[in-house]
């Protein structure tokens, strides 16, 4: 802890004498709240506090990207940001094509099973997505995204431990607005993707987008002759919006998102007598096949009314459903020998009310949220040689209550005070239902009807989490420059039942696990400085984690357990930086630069032999958190006058080795890796046509995003990794109209 305060207040001290050696010959000529620079490098409007408020402003650890930054480098979802964002991973899950994995500063969830919640929240247009699957958003017909970090449990609540990323949708203007974009690329790519908005009335407009996503697979399957790592998607959007005077606007969302790409399956890392490596790691010889789709959806409507000047009421109307059919080669064999036919489905249906409050020197916002959400699902665990089915199924239900408040206050034009709070209340039932079938496939995935021959588990149990979830800071603003904070926060993950729960191994199970709480300390600075050319933001916290779920799946005998531990406790440190510079009216630089040191405390392990739970926190690591990460990006746009702007944008993004899980595996683990990626984009000078060629992953390096081990004659000796995509390269025309 000592080392972390020096090494904070170093770069924080640090940041405040750069800002304020830039910024002195300015401040000697006015008074400091009449100081700021220009904003060369633009600003951006960011929703974290629930309320319009500039980034450089916000006492929050924010990276925001807006639309035209994501198009000029070819972002094609939001796992991208993995790359440009300090201490962030997000994922496709293993064993997916569209399922997301998602953690900040350490904290997050890497098992999506139904009704296990997510460590970091997601929203579309302030609406939270509750699953994970069908939850790697494509980026298109957006406005900005934002990603939070840290416990976000004041304005956002529940499962925002980590922090929080928020996908925002354009609002549609007054003027028309249509958009054209074909994307070709490696591996037979081929995208489609319309967009536009236009006023019906003077009163009533309505925007849509369309986007068809289409690519052959990195690998191949060996043994169907399938396509591997393709991509087959379809999505769209539908919004209309209701603007009878300047004091009310409703706006009814639509969109849906269908998957029908083939099977993902992994690749063997470890070599058998009998079974050798393949050459490539996109390429599997899994012989499971069945169907493979996932449809999310939903609709939504949001109506804000200007009471007043001051006070505005806002209300958020949203309801989601989806599902999931999926089946996943453990093993990556032909044979049966560990094989997984699953099924996941969901419905949320939420309300949030808001009063936003924007008064001379008070601004903030309070407001009520209930959910009400069910999440069913089923999956068979094929064992040929044991010749053994265990059938898996079950539900949860949960309603969501909760009120909340967070207020800033101006004490004098340069201190500012923030206090917030919430209560939730989780009411869950969940039901688990696991048994033995003799032969392979049980009767609900199309196996032979009969009864079974082991009743596993077959429990209902319900359980209530409460909890109070407060937020404070304090800002000190010597000038509309330089933004220095501190802040204390905590964040609430709710407990629940474990849907693989077996009664049989670990009897605890039918009693559900408990939340996990994380307490927050953070201080930090955002500053603009020589002449509005250049920023800097620096963020150093301290996170005190209890009741960390994990997930453990284990051989056991003829059949794999599984069972969530709240293992114990653990403390996380670290730093982030972020920055840009216009080096020349032209030349533009960028970084991001994040580290963490955590380490578990206390690390609970049941023991199947001797039904106690040992301590093993000497031998257990963070996940998916690597110590390092970092990006440097340069990009340089060339007015060519009538003839247009030419941009190149060159980015290296770097991370340091990490685990897969929560006990290191030499054949698993990732060792560190730089990825390196260019950008050339032509934009006419009408701003109607644009031609861009992106190069991804130009160093083609082969990286694990996901993995599992289930080593052992009867599970295959399966210890397999899956892969983020190789090198590719993309040529985009857009048309604007």
């Not at 699957?133 to 934002?146: K, S, Y």
């Not at 249509?178 to 925007?207: F, H, N, R």
């Amino acid at each position: 802890m000592k080392s972390l305060v020096k090494s904070a207040t170093a770069i924080l001290c640090a940041g405040t004498a750069l800002t304020s050696l830039a910024a002195l010959p300015a401040m000697a000529q006015a008074p400091a709240q009449e100081t700021a620079s220009e904003p060369m490098l633009g600003e951006i409007v960011v929703t974290a506090r629930r309320r319009a408020e500039n980034l450089q402003d916000v006492p929050v650890s924010i990276s925001a990207f807006t639309a035209e930054q994501l198009e000029l480098v070819g972002t094609p979802d939001i796992t991208a940001l993995t790359k440009t964002t300090p201490n962030l991973t997000m994922q496709v899950a293993r064993g997916s094509n569209s399922t997301l994995i998602a953690f900040i500063r350490g904290v997050g969830q890497q098992d999506p099973l139904w009704g296990f919640e997510p460590g970091v929240g997601l929203y579309v247009d302030d609406v939270y997505v509750a699953r994970p699957q069908g939850a790697v958003l494509d980026i298109f017909d957006i406005e900005r995204i934002e990603v939070l970090r840290g416990p976000q449990g004041t304005l956002y609540g529940r499962n925002t431990i980590g922090g929080a990323v928020k996908y925002v949708t354009k609002r549609i203007d007054d003027e028309p607005h249509m958009k054209a974009k074909v994307q070709v690329g490696s591996y037979k790519q081929t995208d489609l993707i319309l967009s536009g908005s236009a006023p019906v009335t003077e009163t009533v407009g309505v925007s849509g987008a369309v986007a068809l996503y289409r690519r052959d697979g990195y690998g191949k399957n060996l043994t169907t002759g399938q396509e591997h790592y393709d991509k087959d998607v379809s999505a769209g959007r539908l919004s209309v919006e209701f603007k009878p005077n300047e004091d009310l606007f409703v706006r009814v969302a639509a969109d849906k998102t269908i998957d029908d790409s083939n099977p993902r399956h992994g690749y063997r890392l470890v070599a058998t007598p009998t079974v050798p490596v393949l050459g490539d790691v996109y390429d599997t010889n899994a012989g499971l096949t069945g169907k493979q789709k996932v449809k999310n959806q939903g609709a939504s409507l949001t109506a804000e009314y200007n009471v007043s000047d001051d006070v505005m009421l806002k209300s958020i109307t949203a309801y989601r459903d989806g599902r999931s059919d999926t089946v996943i080669d453990f093993d990556n064999l032909p044979a049966k020998i560990l094989d997984i036919p699953a099924y996941y489905e969901d419905d949320q249906l939420s309300q949030e009310l808001q009063l936003v409050y924007e008064g001379e020197r008070l601004k903030g916002v309070a407001g009520l949220y209930y959910m009400d959400a069910h999440a069913e699902g089923a999956f068979d665990t094929i064992l040929a040689l044991a010749n053994l089915t265990t059938l898996t199924s079950g539900s949860v239900d949960t309603k969501s209550y909760a009120a909340f408040a967070d207020f800033t206050y101006e004490l004098t034009d340069q201190f500012k005070a923030s206090v917030g709070a919430r209560y939730t209340s989780d009411k869950k039932e969940g039901t688990v239902y696991r048994v033995n079938y003799a032969g392979l496939t049980s009767p609900l995935f199309g196996g032979t009807p009969r009864n079974p021959t082991l009743i596993r588990s077959n429990y209902t149990n319900k359980r209530t989490f409460d909890e109070f979830t407060p937020r404070v800071s304090l800002t000190y603003e010597p000038d509309r420059d330089f933004t220095l904070y501190a802040s204390y926060g905590r964040g609430f993950k709710s407990g629940g039942f474990d849907m693989r729960g077996d009664v049989i191994s670990t009897p605890d199970t039918a009693n559900g696990y408990d939340p996990e709480l994380v307490d927050t300390y953070e201080v930090g600075s955002k500053s603009r400085f020589w002449d509005g050319r250049a920023t800097l933001n620096l963020a150093a916290f301290y996170s005190d984690y209890k009741g960390q779920q994990v997930t453990t799946q284990v051989p056991s005998g003829t059949t794999v357990v599984s069972f969530v531990d709240n293992v114990g406790s653990s403390t996380i440190k670290g730093l982030e930086a972020e920055g840009m510079l216009a080096i020349t009216d032209e030349l533009t630089a960028n970084f991001a630069v994040g580290y963490i040191d955590a380490e578990f405390k206390q690390f609970l392990r049941y023991n199947l032999t001797t039904r106690v739970y040992d301590n093993i926190a000497n031998q257990a690591v963070f996940q998916n958190t690597p110590r390092w990460t970092g990006n440097l990006g340069l990009s340089y746009a060339h007015d060519l006058g009538d003839g247009g702007t030419l941009t190149f944008t060159g980015s290296a993004a770097y991370r340091s080795s990490f685990s897969l899980f929560e006990f290191p595996n030499a054949a698993l683990d990732q060792r560190s890796y730089t990825l390196y990626d260019l950008s050339a984009v032509w934009t006419a000078a009408s701003d109607n046509w644009s031609v861009g060629v992106h190069g991804k992953n130009l160093g083609n390096k082969k990286y694990r995003v996901g993995g599992y081990n289930f080593p052992g004659a009867l599970f295959g000796d399966s210890i397999i990794g899956y892969y983020g995509p190789p090198r590719t390269v993309t040529a985009t025309v857009e048309y604007r109209f």
